[in-house]
């Protein structure tokens, strides 16, 4: 029965593209993130939605 091994090639290069591939991933997602000022007025706007939503159930019931 053989098991697996790595041999000199195989372990240190998958390893290493592993590597490679996280940093990239890193890096994207660095620059792909968006800005606090887009998170700040995307919940301003949401939070304005909702409470638009309550006042019309409000109306809806008669309060």
Do not use: W
């Not at 490679?20 to 887009?38: D, F, I, V």
């Not at 939605?49 to 109306?59: I, K």
């Amino acid at each position: 029965m053989h098991g697996y091994s790595c041999n000199s090639s195989g372990c240190g290069s998958f390893f290493m593209g592993a590597a490679a591939g996280m940093l990239a991933g890193a890096a994207l997602g660095a620059t792909m993130a968006p800005s606090s000022r887009q998170i700040k007025r995307a919940a301003h706007k949401a939070a304005k939605r909702v409470n638009e939503a309550v006042d019309h159930l409000a109306d809806a019931m008669d309060m």
